[in-house]
């Protein structure tokens, strides 16, 4: 019996498609979206039909405008602190997304995209292992100011899906390897994964980490406060800047690592500062997790192995880059590059997991969770 799910994947500049015949992937296409696109809106739900109509010339290019689709699965986006595994998209899910509840991210729109799709096959819409996923130590949790808790964000299923594959490799189950995983795409997320569950994040999304393509990662705090108060900045012109105009966009007015391997072949010094300041960056931010998988969970001896650092999502893609990387890591562990990120194969397994009902898909009601119950001690 057939299985055909359409995967749908917004992220900041590409919205990635996706069919499946069970674990069969029928083709996998990311629709690139020029930078001055998506800066014409002011909020990712304006972006509606520019990844709708791209979605459907996608699925007729590859001729599969027609067939008949089992189930549609979308990237989850920001929502309230939720665990992993497959859920339904709700109409409380679709008020939380379009009011930015939690947010704002392209991948607010995988969830409404999904939905839209599924209503025209008359099937479920879902999605899996969205990036609020929250498994968080209590003591990762608190931050120096008890009104702002940090937040569990990330790219839950890149890293996830990776961190699986480098224990493949290892021959050893995921749930008992120790791992610090890194994400590099538009935005770049780190984390510690402590024996299958994620013990510490990165956000990368709320102003956390190191400087992405496109955004700006940790900065001074009082120094952002100056820019608001001395106007600089409005409010919403520092937000965007931080999610969407910072990192190498706002150094070098581009947000394509070859452009910038491409300047810094032709000589361009400050090219070769801001590459090299993003590599160290991204090195600094996984070394700097190594705390969290010191901890002994119950039933472990010491001492503590590290498995394995992971590097994955498209930036990995670059040699010069992951080589520059590995050199400013401590010589702990081997490293893993999966520049393919396999969130598509993540997605659709889902799916597939409900609809031969090895798993139940729950409903997101809006309702936020006990951020303490998904933690470990």
Known sequence: MAERILVINPGSTSTKVAVFDGEKE????????????????????????????TIKAVLKKYGMDTIKFDGVAGRGGL????????????PAMLSDLASARYGEHACNLGAPLALEFAKEHGVQAYIVDTVVTDEMDSRARLSGLPELPRRSIFHALSQRAAARKAAGQLGKQYS???????????????????????CD?????????????ERTGRLPALGVLD????????????????????????HLGTNDL???????AEGDTKAQLVFEALTYCIAKELSGLIPALMHLDEGENAPVTIDGFVLTGGMANSKKLIETIINNLPPLAPAFIFPAVEEMHALAGGVLRVLRGKESARDYTGTPKDLLQFTTP
């Open 26 to 53: 029928l083709f996998s296409h990311t629709a690139e979206h020029e930078k001055h696109e998506t800066l014409a809106f002011s909020a990712a739900m304006e972006e509606m039909e520019l990844r709708r109509s």
């Open 79 to 90: 929502l309230a602190p939720m665990q992993g595994g497959t859920w339904n998209v709700t």
């Open 176 to 198: 008992n390897c120790r791992f610090l995983v890194c994400h590099m795409g538009g935005g770049v997320s780190v984390a510690a994964h402590r024996n299958g569950k994620i």
């Open 201 to 213: 994040v990165v956000n990368a999304l709320e102003g956390d980490g190191p400087f992405s393509p």
């Open 227 to 250: 820019l608001v108060k001395n106007g600089i900045f409005t409010y919403e012109e520092l937000r965007s800047r931080i999610l969407k105009t910072g990192g190498l966009w706002a």
């Open 258 to 264: 070859r452009i910038v391997e491409k300047r810094m």
